[in-house]
Every structure is written in structure tokens, then in C-alpha cells.
């Protein structure tokens, strides 16, 4: 759910970036059978999106709290 601009600062390895304003188009490219993490810079956009996400029928959807502020993972 981050931006471009966002994702050029480090991204979660393997992750696949759909900016907020995309997903109406492009949630189709989430597998429903597959647990998906939702992150954004700190956990607003990623909340907004997980609630699309449930209005669409997804049902294995997370949102990361903190977002990639609290990430402490590796970022690529």
C-alpha cells in the first residue's frame, strides 16, 4: 500500500507493492488462498486496505502494525 517514492527506501523482501490508490484495479492480483500481510508506512493505508480486502471476500488478510516504522526485519 506505499508509494513509489515509499518503496525506493526499502521493501520487505518478496513483497509485491500495490499502492493504496490501486487496489479497486489490482486486487485481483492477491491470491484469496494465500495469507496476506497488508503494510504501509505506518499502519493507516494498510488498515484501509485490509477492510477493502475483507468487503471483497478476503478472508486471510493482516494488517502489520506500525507498518514498515515497525518492521525489524530486512528491507531490500
Known amino acids: 500500500m506505499r508509494e513509489p517514492s515509499e518503496v525506493a527506501s526499502g521493501r520487505i523482501p518478496g513483497a509485491v507493492n500495490i499502492p493504496l490508490g490501486q487496489l479497486p484495479q489490482r486486487f485481483g492480483e492477491i ?3 494465500r495469507e496476506t500481510v497488508v ?3 505506518s499502519g493507516m493505508r494498510s488498515t484501509k486496505a485490509c477492510k477493502f ?3 471483497q471476500g478476503y478472508d486471510n488478510v493482516w494488517n502489520l502494525m506500525g507498518g514498515m516504522s515497525g ?3 530486512s528491507v531490500q
Open 31 to 33: 491470491d484469496r488462498t
Open 39 to 41: 503494510v504501509c508506512r
Open 53 to 55: 480486502l475483507a468487503g
Open 71 to 73: 518492521w525489524r526485519g
